[in-house]
């Protein structure tokens, strides 16, 4: 078969679709795996199904993306700006979703096309409209300035994309530029990229080692009959050696201080805590209450001894034990080193395909960039892991953190306090 033979098949399958929308792709799972999965028709795939479905955007399309090789993705960065040139506004659907996955996983791709992107703005109106600048190298950043500099005033877009580039001379850039302006905003912008802005320096809230959680399938009882299924995203896979194991589920011995039920027990790291910016103990045994949760504006708070034992901050202030029961499935969760490409996600563009288990880097949040303060020192807290839903619960139910959301873990490692709290859409 040649190249040409691969494009013939893949919009074969992108015309049933034109024809009979998903009915079609749900009575043609196999060929929609075969096509995205194989590498000789993944990228004919992917190109035909960019100019097929134009201005519609769909999950399994933004997701099949994630099965291409890097220098696949290259190419079909290419073929979007391509077709985004002679594309308007308003209608730019797959070519648009195509920049927005690369920026995220492979930012390096779109590098060359940035000045061209500055002015086409494929996601314009979108959260992710900054993220083609992640791969803003040395050259775009002075290209950024001298934009900003003809300016009277250097316009906050320049921020994000200089902010959303994160490299050292991107940040300092960024803060000559807009400190003198407005500081409270820029770290406002800062925090969008776990950074804060805390007497005149640029402080990391975030690790630069990033790990995934991975969970075996039968733990997380996963049903690969379901379409939504048809493969395994990469961050699912148990590949390689895990950087650290530790046990997950069940409860501790300490009670919560609001509502005196026993703490859930979470991760409990060792090996890779110097790595994620704990230093002031060896071991922490993570945790957090499933009744209270906690939420942005009020997060719970954890004290943790010399063993890295938590407990409750206030402390436990009901002396009845409770009787109710919501308890984590017990397992032995993997902490794997992530690769590269995975550094990043976005709880959007995942459509609940993704592993978003993760410890370290930055958090994937739903809608607000919130580091909470330290009850003890008042230094905003870094981040530290975070927990997606359907965690499996005793008793055939499913946790969803307050309703398809995640939890967040973050912690201060002077007054080793750690602080929980829930956002769900
Ligand atoms: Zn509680
Ligand atoms: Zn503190």
């Excluded at 009845?320 to 993997?334: C, D, G, I, K, Y």
């Excluded at 330290?374 to 946790?399: I, K, T, V």
């Excluded at 959301?405 to 490692?413: K, P, S, T, V």
Aim: aromatic share 10%.
């Amino acid at each position: 078969m040649t190249y040409a033979q691969y494009m013939k098949d893949g919009l074969k399958f992108w015309n049933g679709y034109r024809a009979d929308g998903l009915d079609f792709v749900r009575s043609h799972v196999e060929e929609l795996t075969r096509l995205a999965l194989r590498p000789e028709t993944r990228l004919p795939f992917a190109v035909e199904g960019m100019r097929a479905l134009g201005p519609i955007t769909l999950p399994f399309y933004g997701e099949s993306l994630s099965l291409l090789a890097p220098r696949e993705l290259e190419v079909l960065a290419g073929e979007a700006v391509t077709l985004l040139r002679r594309t308007e506004r308003g209608s730019r659907g797959a070519a648009a979703a195509v920049i927005a996955h690369a920026s995220l996983q492979v930012p390096s791709v779109l590098t060359p096309h940035l000045p061209e992107l500055f002015q086409l703005l494929p996601n314009e109106a979108a959260y992710y409209g900054e993220w083609p600048w992640r791969g803003a190298d040395s050259s775009e950043v002075a290209r950024l300035g001298t934009v900003a500099r003809k300016a009277e005033e250097p316009p906050w877009h320049l921020c994000g994309f200089l902010v959303g580039a994160r490299s050292d001379e991107a940040l300092a850039l960024a803060q000559r530029l807009f400190a003198p302006i407005d500081s409270p905003r820029l770290d406002r912008v800062l925090r969008q990229v776990g950074r804060e802005l805390v007497d005149h320096r640029i402080r990391p809230l975030t690790s630069e080692a990033v790990f995934h959680v991975v969970f075996d399938d039968d733990y997380l009882r996963v049903d690969y009959s379901d379409p939504e299924h048809v493969w395994t995203h990469p961050t699912l896979l148990a590949e390689g050696l895990p950087a650290e194991r530790s046990p997950f589920g069940g409860v501790l011995a300490e009670r919560c201080g609001r509502c005196a039920t026993p703490l859930a027990r979470l991760l409990e790291l060792s090996a890779i805590l110097p790595e994620l910016g704990v230093h002031s103990r060896s071991q922490v045994q993570f945790a957090t209450c499933l009744w209270c949760q906690g939420s942005a504006e009020a997060p719970l708070y954890f004290s943790h001894d010399e063993s890295g034992t938590p407990a409750s901050l206030p402390e436990v202030r009901v002396s009845q034990p409770s009787t109710r029961h919501l308890r984590l499935n017990e397992t032995v969760a993997r902490v794997q080193r992530t690769r590269q490409r995975w550094r990043f996600q976005d709880w959007g563009l995942s459509t609940h395909r993704q592993n978003l288990h993760r410890v370290g880097g930055e958090p994937t949040f739903i809608g607000q960039y919130v580091y909470p303060r330290c009850p003890r020192c008042s230094g905003r807290m870094p981040f530290l892991l975070q927990f997606d839903s359907w965690l499996p619960l005793e008793g055939d139910a499913f946790l969803h953190w307050g309703g398809e959301g995640l939890a967040y873990l973050f912690w201060c490692d002077p007054c080793a306090t750690s602080a929980t709290f829930v956002e769900s859409p």
